[in-house]
């Protein structure tokens, strides 16, 4: 009879310790979850100051311009749980760029077909990868959480530069690896032909995939548990199958300062 009350007393205290304790773990996973789901906000132009407000709400993940962004902007917005990240072009030139009068002329090369004012540069000149370094040294010095690499293909255009495969190869990578020496993290735009032999890269954002019907070079990404940013112009007359780690946004003609409408 005792030992029968002790047995009934024991499963009296599970049943009550978990009518309390699930629902926490439920909880508790819920917001792991929901923590982990990642939105993207794009705002690399100038932008008006009344417009800043709007880059603290839905997202997490937020690139902003390397030169324009003030670090009390990017101190506010990381102390929001924010990541920040610094955007620059690592394949061009721009005359708005804040650090445009460092690179001599030796460096500049043709004109960026279709876009006033940037040209492109010579990347196997160790000089650009010194001016590179510098930048990334003031994305550290703004305390950005990391970098955004775009025009990181010059090795396709006719850059008035021999840009082979190899050497953009090596550029992207030694670019990376000294921001990872400076504990910062790297989400690189465009250049999906290269991304198997790219390391150390934490989100890619690509433009058009599913218009170009190219997105299925971002599987092995996908499938790793790594966040691949789709940004498309057109909407998808067939939409890519909804995937945790792939986010597809519709952006119109001009992403720049716009809240997304997600495709799925």
Known sequence: MFSKTIKFITL???????????????SNISKSHKNDNKELFY?????????????????????????????????YLKSKNKEVFCSFSIGTLRDWDNDVKKYPKKLIGADYNG??????????????????KKRIDLSKIKKCTGIEITEAENYLHETAFNISYIDQLTYI?????????????VIMKGNEYQIGEIKNIDYLINESCQEE????????????????????FLRPSLPREKNKYFKSYLAGENYNGKIFKKIN
């Open 12 to 26: 009296a205290l599970i049943l009550i310790l978990s009518w309390y304790l699930y629902p926490q773990n439920i």
């Open 43 to 75: 705002f690399t132009e100038k932008r008006n100051s009344q417009d800043f407000p709007k880059l603290q709400y839905n997202f997490n993940i937020i690139v902003l311009d390397l030169f324009e962004t003030k670090e009390s902007e990017i101190n």
């Open 213 to 232: 019907d190219i997105c299925d070079r971002y599987n092995d990404w996908i499938e790793s548990g790594k966040y691949v940013f789709n940004i498309e």
């Open 115 to 132: 876009w006033d004012g940037e040209t492109w540069i010579d990347i196997n000149n160790e000089a650009t990868l010194y001016l590179m």
């Open 173 to 185: 990578n030694e670019i990376i690896n000294f921001a990872k020496s400076k504990n910062l993290k």
